[in-house]
Each structure stands twice: as structure tokens, then as C-alpha cells.
């Protein structure tokens, strides 16, 4: 059985002005409308989580009003209330101050809120800094697991935080890397190809008809190689690179994989980022060649040279200066221009020495990176 590591609806923006009590209504027929396509779906499928994304919030703004509290409180009840795992928030800018002021009560006040803010090629980098650690500061140590930002537009995915919804459709990801290692081990590059093609087809077909049968659009997968605690992706690196994480060739077996992907997302019309994923404090093998020094911090953002989504879940001393965090989004914003590709950054700042582990609730211990090391 396939595993569908997320299924989400991707919300319409208010169709014309009025409450937001009045736009809940409307999110809570989409949330039953995910439930019924998730319940048809799972005796095909193991679907790990069901999410909820939505709109930017300057085009929410627009149709609701300006949004508090307790609006996103209201959001998360909406959540918990109908099932829905995770629901994103997205924000196209650092304009909205109000709304960014909100960020750190707003995550301590919530369980399934996730929010993901646009870095634009001016934006302030140092209040980007400052809030991320007014969050882990505030709404405690693993609230900035909800919270990330871009460097370029949020992308229709159904991965989190960084993802927007640009009309009403669903789209899902899979959980399939330890069998996609196993596939390596067969064949190389070539015959993971093959099977992440057989995957998306035979996943892909039976969405659409169950997205069919309720009358809602499927967007599309995003193909996405990303771990999940011990089903993680240095198996299949490492079998595609011939040797461990810790010696070169890592570039190697990211680009192979990567390009892999993109050809055949551009077969199978996939959504998203299409890329493999690193995303630290997800990944228990990760953790194990961090703990080890196998990988430090600046392995994990210089490969995302090559293609891996982002630099993703990280923690990092909390007193790391504002400068070398900047600096750190300065070059992931010179990435994301040589890509061409938006670039996500999810650092979570604790109050743990590099070389320590912090305690990460549902992702369990993880060990806390010198961003200088």
C-alpha cells in the first residue's frame, strides 16, 4: 500500500467581501470535502495526514478584513474541530506588519496553525532574524517547526509551511523513500526513476477519480523525495553516491536525482518542488551523520546548490547573532536566484549549545548545529 504523506485542499479566496465568521463556513465544507476524498482514497492508500492551505493573507485581508487573534486562533478550532492536521497560512510579503507582530502569539496559541512569510529582495533581514527567535523565544522551542520562510513565492504543494493556495483543489505528496532506496540498490538513478513514474501514475489516476466523483479539481502530486524519522532519504544518497554521506559525492547524487524527478514531473504534470528533501529533525539518519560530524551546517546549505528544497528544520543556538542569520538568507536568496526555484529556510532556534541535542516533542531528539561550523 502506497503511503500519502499529505493530502490537502488548497482554499478559493473569499468570493466577495463580508465576515470572516461567513468565510469559516466555507472552509468547513472544503475541510468535509477533504475528509470524503480522503475516505475514498484509504482503502487504496495509508494517508498520513489530511491539510488545509490558504490563500495569501493580503488576499484574505481583502475579502474579511484585517485578521487578529483571534481569527487564527478561530482557524486552528476549525482544524481541530473537522480533522484537518495542518492548516497553512501563507503571507506574500514582510509588508503586513500587523499580521506579522501576531506571528509569535499566534504559533503559542495554536497546534496546527503553520505560517510561511515571502522574502522579497529587500526585505528587512534582520527583523526576519529577530522574529524568528521572538517565536522559538515566546511560543516555545518547537513552534518554529510551523513557522518558515521563502525566498521566492510559496509554491502550490501540499508540503509545509511554505505552500499557497491559488484556487480550490487538492493536491498530495508521497512517503516513499525507503522503497525508492531499495529500487537504487536494482538499478541506480535510472531504475528509481522508473518506479517514482509507476508511483505517480498509478497515485495519481485514482486522486483524480476520487477527486472526480466529489466535483473538485486535482491539481497534481508533488514527487518530492522527503523522510519521515526512520524512513529516511541517506539510504538512497548514499546508494546512489556509492559511499557514505560523510565523503564527496553527495552533490553528485542530489543532481541526478533531482534532474530525475523533473523529467518526470514534467511527464506526469507534478506540482510543486519535485526535489529531495533534507529536512534535519525529520530525518533519523540525518540526525545520526549530524551527531557524528559526518555533515555540519554548511554541508546542508551548500546543498542546497544542487537542488534540495531548502534548508529545513535546523536547530541553532538562539544567541547565533542576527548578522550570520541574515547572511545565512542572503545566500539561500542567491541560490534561489541561481535555481530559479523558491528556497525555503525553517531554523529553529533553541537555547542548547552546538554539539548538544534538543528535544523536539513529535520529532523526537535532534542535534543543535553551529551555523558557523
Known sequence: MYKIRGLALHADPPASRGEFREYLEELEDGARLLEEVSRRLSGEFEILSTRLVLPPVERLEAGVGALGIRELVELDELAKSEGVDLVALPLASMERREVLDLVPEALGET??????????????????????????????????????????????????????????????????????????????????????????????????????????????????????????????????????????????????????????????????????????????????????????????????????????????????DDRVIAGVLRDLGAFRGLKGKTVGVRLIPVGVEAGEEVDLGEFGKTPVLDVLG
Open 111 to 320: 497546534e496546527r496553525l503553520y505560517i510561511s512569510v515571502r522574502l522579497g529582495e529587500e526585505a528587512d533581514l534582520m527583523r526576519a532574524s529577530s522574529l524568528m527567535k521572538e517565536v522559538s523565544e515566546r511560543a516555545g522551542w518547537t513552534a518554529p517547526c510551523r513557522f518558515a520562510y521563502s525566498l521566492g513565492e510559496q509554491p502550490v504543494t501540499p508540503y509545509f509551511p511554505v505552500t499557497r493556495s491559488e484556487r480550490h483543489c487538492l493536491t498530495a505528496c508521497l512517503l516513499y523513500a525507503s522503497e525508492l532506496s531499495e529500487e537504487a540498490k536494482r538499478g541506480g538513478v535510472r531504475r528509481v526513476g522508473e518506479r517514482v513514474r509507476e508511483i505517480a501514475l498509478a497515485v495519481r489516476g485514482k486522486c483524480e477519480r476520487a477527486c472526480e466523483e466529489v466535483r473538485v479539481a486535482f491539481s497534481g502530486l508533488d514527487l518530492s523525495i522527503s523522510p519521515w524519522m526512520e524512513e529516511s532519504v541517506v539510504p538512497l544518497l548514499e546508494e546512489i553516491k556509492g559511499g557514505p554521506l560523510g565523503v564527496p559525492g553527495n552533490f553528485y547524487a542530489l543532481y541526478e536525482l533531482n534532474k530525475s524527478l523533473r523529467e518526470i514531473g514534467e511527464e506526469v504534470g507534478a506540482i510543486g518542488f519535485n526535489e529531495v528533501m533534507l529536512p534535519l529533525a525529520e530525518d533519523e539518519g540525518l540526525k545520526e551523520r549530524a551527531k557524528t560530524g559526518e555533515i555540519a551546517f554548511r554541508d546542508l546549505l551548500a546543498l542546497v546548490a544542487v537542488c534540495v528544497a531548502g534548508l529545513d528544520m535546523v536547530p541553532i543556538p538562539s544567541w547565533t
